[in-house]
């Protein structure tokens, strides 16, 4: 999946697929995680959010999606 980098302190790059509804991050740590079931309206969320690594926590995280580690 195509990953956008992004400005953060915690997420490298953002990445979403919407004919699969997954959403990919990359932690700066290079460790990468898939989120399932996950809106675009959530991810188009999380592009503007000025702070990417809280809003991964309370809308990707906390929201309970079920996440698979890549890498």
Known sequence: ???IPVE???LASIG???N???LEIQFNN???YQYSDVPEGTY???MTAESKGRFLDQ???K???SYTRVR
């Open 16 to 18: 979403y697929d919407a």
């Open 20 to 22: 699969t509804s997954i």
């Open 44 to 46: 188009d969320g999380l």
């Open 59 to 61: 809308h990707v995280k």
């Open 1 to 3: 999946m195509e990953r």
């Open 30 to 32: 290079g460790s990468i």
């Open 63 to 65: 929201a309970g999606y």
């Open 8 to 10: 953060s302190s915690d």
